[in-house]
């Protein structure tokens, strides 16, 4: 069973720059399809991008096209999340999370396994 361990948050503002990182242990980082989520107070947890085990395919949200970038290194058991531009609406909680199907779901119930998330705030 894989353990999730995000860092990289903090607070910015607006047009700052974070990456965010998911460090995977306890299991074949390789084995897992990776997702990061979002969720913000009062809302539900919303699909921000996702990355495929095999073929390193990669999906983005809408809301994030363009200023988000997903990327994994299966050499350190890590995916990123390069956030650019960041808005007030991009507050929230970021999480990581893992499949084992090898196809990125936009539904977090699709997701096993997930990390304890972490914050990002956006002041403007």
């Known amino acids: 069973q894989v353990q999730l361990v995000e860092s990289g948050g903090g607070l910015a503002q607006v047009g700052d720059s974070l990456r965010l990182s998911c460090a995977a242990s306890?299991?074949?980082?390789?084995?897992?399809?990776m997702g990061w989520f979002r969720q913000a107070p009062g809302a539900e947890r919303e699909f921000v991008a996702g990355i495929t085990k095999t073929t390193g395919v990669t999906r983005y949200a809408d809301s994030v096209r363009g200023r988000f970038t997903i990327s994994k290194d299966n050499g350190k058991n890590t995916v990123y999340l390069q956030v650019n531009s960041l808005k007030p609406d991009d507050t929230a909680v970021y999480y990581c999370?893992?499949?084992?199907?090898?196809?990125?779901?936009?539904?977090?119930?699709?997701?096993?396994?997930w990390g304890q998330g972490t914050q990002v705030t956006v002041s403007s």
């Open positions: 999370a893992a499949r084992n199907l090898p196809w990125i779901s936009f539904d977090n119930k699709g997701y096993e396994y």
């Open positions: 306890g299991g074949t980082f390789t084995r897992y399809t």
